[in-house]
């Protein structure tokens, strides 16, 4: 994601904060300042919701620890004003599983308020009436601080689990689905029913909280994606990768100067590149890398290609493409045979136009 800054490493998982997280503490002192508070009120609020956000981030945590007893990887965790997103290559498949990954984010909140139950002076606060008690919350202390950590994550159990897909309860609710029906029912039952809950957010939002307004499009963008992604996996089942592949490809070497490319550009649709020496597989040349380079006509493919990139195998599952597509920014792969030689290459644009032809009932391979 564009503009993070990079906080480090947990479990080798990399933590990132967006640059708009900022724009969140900028907003909560503007507010403070703006109810007659002072640097002592706003610094506590700033240090609320800094406190709020490693309570975020261990929730994510939760996700991605249980996530990778199940060999699932999670690439990192990035904050934004709206919460944390674990970047998981994917979730599981078995029911029981995402059950359980689903549940460990809120499960680990339900710890935390429990830890913050025998520290808060909650029982004191609930005693009092409702004057003392507005006095004694907003005056800045850590007794105050305390307590309202305790009532976020409270909150933040309530709210993940509301059963809003793609959110932990959308989640659960796929996840206990699924043990009774197929699992694209279960999908889209959940994802339509996050996209309701979206909508009475986005109502809720104009009226009373734009906050709101904000959770909901991801909500509702969210549901879309992940819906869309299961039926896509759910119409290529039985297939395999070498009935998607293209197969009149160019294969550009080291040498092949940005000239050259260009041109091969321009006459064709092709927009991805393998680049190989030999029979060997080099690397990998992206459009938007050509695009970025356009002006310097001299530079090779050898100096522009990346030289880290996965191969998929023309005999396996045509899902396995789908399952890289989380975790790659680039969707393009070299494809190989049994003795590693290239046979061609797989791309969004190619598995969209097998699946739009195994939709409309054709047969048959794509081919560019």
């Known amino acids: 994601m564009k503009g993070t800054l990079k906080l480090g490493k947990i479990a080798g998982i990399k933590i990132e904060v967006h640059w708009t997280f900022s724009l969140l503490l900028i907003w909560v002192v503007f507010l403070d300042i703006q109810r007659g508070g002072n640097l002592s009120s706003s610094l506590l609020n700033v240090v609320f919701i800094l406190l709020l956000f490693v309570c975020v981030v261990l929730h994510e945590l939760g996700h991605a620890l249980t996530a990778k007893r199940f060999k699932i990887n999670t690439k990192g965790i990035t904050l934004l004003p709206i919460g944390g997103v674990a970047s998981l290559e994917k979730m599981p498949e078995k ?9 460990a984010g809120p499960a680990v909140n339900v710890l935390i308020a429990l830890v913050l139950l025998l520290l ?4 004191e606060y609930i005693n009092m009436d409702a004057e003392n ?20 994550n409270i ?12 959110m932990d309860g959308g989640r659960v609710l796929r996840a206990l689905l699924s043990y009774g029906m197929e699992r694209t029912k279960a999908t889209q039952i959940a994802a339509s029913l996050g996209q309701l809950m979206a909508v ?17 499009l991801f909500i509702f963008i969210g549901a879309y994606g992940e819906n869309k992604m299961v039926k896509q996996s759910s119409l290529v089942a039985g297939h395999l990768v ?3 592949t293209l197969t009149n490809i160019t294969i550009l070497n080291p040498a092949t100067t940005l000239s050259e490319i260009i041109d091969i550009l321009i006459a064709g649709t092709e927009k991805d590149f ?4 030999g029979d060997e597989i080099k690397g990998l040349l992206f459009h938007r890398v050509i695009l970025q380079n356009a002006k310097n006509t001299d530079l090779t493919a050898g100096e522009l290609m990346q030289i880290k990139f996965l191969a998929l195998r023309d005999t396996g599952p045509l899902k396995g493409f789908f399952d ?10 070299p494809v190989i045979d049994q003795d590693n030689k290239v046979v061609g290459a797989i791309d969004m644009s190619n598995v969209s136009e097998f699946l739009v032809l195994k939709a409309e009932g054709g047969s048959g391979q794509v081919r560019a």
Do not use: C, H
């Open 133 to 152: 008690l507005e006095q004694l919350l907003t005056s800045p202390s850590v007794s105050t601080l305390l307590f309202y950590l305790l009532v976020a």
């Open 120 to 123: 808060a002076p909650w029982q």
């Open 95 to 103: 029911p029981g599983q995402e059950l359980l990954v689903a549940l």
């Open 274 to 277: 393998i680049v190989m020496d």
């Open 155 to 166: 909150m933040l159990v309530a709210f993940n689990m509301i059963p809003a897909f793609p």
């Open 200 to 216: 009475v957010f986005f109502v809720m939002g104009l009226l009373y909280n734009p906050f709101l307004v904000l959770i909901a």
């Open 242 to 244: 070498r009935e998607a």
């Open 324 to 333: 890289l597509l989380t975790s790659q920014k680039n969707p393009f792969f």
